[in-house]
């Protein structure tokens, strides 16, 4: 039975990969950042928290990383914990660096100590192409925005330098907008989706949001662990954007979703420029020309069915909340 360990468990991607790779006859560990409150309710909203066992780490101390690493033995290691807001970062820098960046370098040299052989995904990000010209590929330079994109670049190309210059195992997926039901409500398309809700639902009257004419690849982030699993299996490692290659504005997300419940988004939105970012990025549009041919994935959920899938998990949320726990209905 392989073993993997898998570093934000408790976020979005993390509960979907564990998930998986449950499903794939995987021993998961799921690695969780000790904390007053514990957040496992997307572990428990997809039914595999019982699957897995947790384990305490903090990617800003070596130790706690090592330990990890010596609990679990894993194959595999899926390093998809981050502070990973984009807004956020340009208030917490410094600490987007130490964890989004300096805590990847820490895992990998944590992995190198340990056992050189246990192979290693990093979680990149669209957001290091920043207003690179569209279609963003392999071949496109990198021009990030925000001190997140800044430090996740840094993630890269330090995991390619161990790759490199241990010939370790390692790999990055520059994977594109991705969303779900569990996404956190710190993201636009949550924001957008569960205000559909509660507004459907009476509780609100309006949404407020900052630039509408955003340009985003969103796909869904059930297909998207797949495609991490897919780069752990080749026989070299290597680097991939994971993206629908298409693209829409947030506009366009807005009129979908408030179309699900046969509302106009038009009476509903509100522009309110604090929400707009120092240094937006505009355009993202994902070629995932090269994961198609060399690792056989293609994205499986389109635009609508996405859209349609997050307001009726919202919808549902709200008309019952019995079925879900406190964390999951905390934004009524």
């Excluded at 990198?142 to 790759?163: C, D, E, G």
């Excluded at 340009?215 to 490692?237: C, H, I, L, N």
């Amino acid at each position: 039975m392989k073993r993997a360990f898998i570093t934000g468990v408790t976020g979005q991607d993390g509960a979907y990969l564990a998930k998986f790779l449950v499903s794939k006859g995987y021993k998961v560990f799921g690695g969780y950042r000790r904390g007053s409150t514990r957040n496992f309710w997307r572990l428990h909203y997809l039914d595999v928290k019982k699957d897995i066992e947790l384990v305490p780490i903090d990617l800003i101390d070596q130790t706690s990383i090592i330990q990890a690493l010596k609990l679990s033995e894993p194959d595999e290691v899926y390093n998809l914990a981050a502070q990973s807001f984009v807004g956020v970062s340009f208030d917490e820098a410094i600490a987007t660096g130490e964890v989004s960046g300096l805590g990847v370098t820490r895992i990998l040299d944590s992995i190198r100590i340990v056992n050189p052989k246990i192979k290693f995904y990093q979680a990149s990000t669209s957001e290091m192409f920043g207003d690179a010209l569209p279609p963003q590929g392999m071949d496109t330079p990198f021009m990030p925005n925000s001190p997140y994109a800044t430090a996740k670049l840094y993630a890269h190309w330090v995991t390619k330098s161990y790759r490199k210059g241990y010939g370790m195992y390692t790999c990055c997926g520059i994977l594109f907008n991705h969303e779900s039901p569990i996404r956190g409500i710190e993201f636009v398309t949550k924001k957008i989706t569960d205000g559909v809700a509660r507004i459907k639902m009476g509780f609100i009257d309006k949404i407020y949001l900052g630039n509408l004419d955003a340009k985003r690849d969103w796909g869904f982030a059930g297909d998207y662990v797949e495609a991490m699993w897919k780069m752990m299996g080749q026989s070299t490692p290597d680097d991939f954007v994971i993206a629908t290659g298409e693209s829409h504005t947030v506009r366009e997300f807005c009129e979908e979703a408030f179309s699900c419940v046969q509302l106009d988004y038009k009476k509903y939105v509100e522009v309110d420029k604090k929400f707009f970012r120092p240094n937006d990025v505009h355009y993202l549009l994902g070629d995932p020309s090269k994961a198609k041919k060399e690792l056989g994935w293609e994205p499986k959920t389109k635009f609508k069915a996405l859209v349609k899938m997050m307001v009726e998990a919202d919808l549902e949320k709200y008309k019952n909340p019995a079925k879900f726990t406190e964390h999951f209905i905390k934004h009524i």
